[in-house]
Every structure is written in C-alpha cells, then in structure tokens.
C-alpha cells in the first residue's frame, strides 16, 4: 500500500501547478483523503480533505484558489493550486484523512518565488 505524491516544482507567484497522488490498494478509495503541507520551519498542516464521495473541505488559507478532486477508478488525488503565493511554499503529502502515519511517504515540493 503506497502513496506517490508528484507535480511540485518551482513557479512563481500568481502561477499556478497541479500536484497529484497515486495511491495503491484498495483501502483508499473508501476513505476520506487529505493533501497537507509542510513549510520550512513549521508544523504539517492540512490543506484540503475529499470524502469517498467528492465532498471537499480547504483549509482558509487557501480557499478560493486550491481545488481538490479524487478519481476513484484511477486511485488519484489531485490539489488544483492556482494564484500560488510565496507562503505555500512547502512539501506537499497525500495521505488518509485523518492521517495514517505509515502512510506518509516522501511529497513532493512546490517553491512559490516572489
């Protein structure tokens, strides 16, 4: 069972990227999943969440310009990032909502410049 987190990279701000996650095993795709972030020098946090069945929930920070989505039939979860800002720097993860600690594999970076 992993996730495979992929699609960071560096934009500037105002930009915008898509990162996605593929996850393996069926266990996923009837739970809820989350994509969370990790700034340099602080806390993971979670971004958005996606139920089984699409509904969605973001974070304030970032509503209005993060879309989450999920395709159950091809195991992905995808976080939609536009008008991107220097403070969404940070790895980026896919796991369970709420989060299985086996589960967090390695994310994938987006660097917002100014």
């Known amino acids: 069972v992993q996730l495979q987190a992929s699609g960071g990279g560096l934009v500037q701000a105002g930009g915008s990227l898509r990162v996605s996650c593929v996850y393996s095993?069926?266990?996923?795709?009837?739970?809820?999943m989350g994509w969370y972030r990790q700034a340099p020098g602080k806390q993971r946090e979670l971004v958005a969440r996606?139920?089984?069945?699409?509904?969605?929930t973001v974070a304030d920070s970032v509503k209005g310009r993060f879309i989450i989505s999920r395709d159950n039939a091809k195991n992905t979860v995808s976080l939609q990032m536009n008008s991107l800002r220097p403070e969404d720097t940070g790895v980026y993860y896919c796991?369970?909502?709420?989060?299985?600690?086996?589960?967090w594999g390695q994310g994938t970076l987006v660097t917002v410049s100014s």
């Open positions: 996606i139920s089984r069945g699409g509904s969605a």
């Open positions: 095993g069926t266990i996923f795709s009837i739970y809820d």
């Open positions: 796991n369970l909502f709420p989060p299985g600690q086996r589960y």
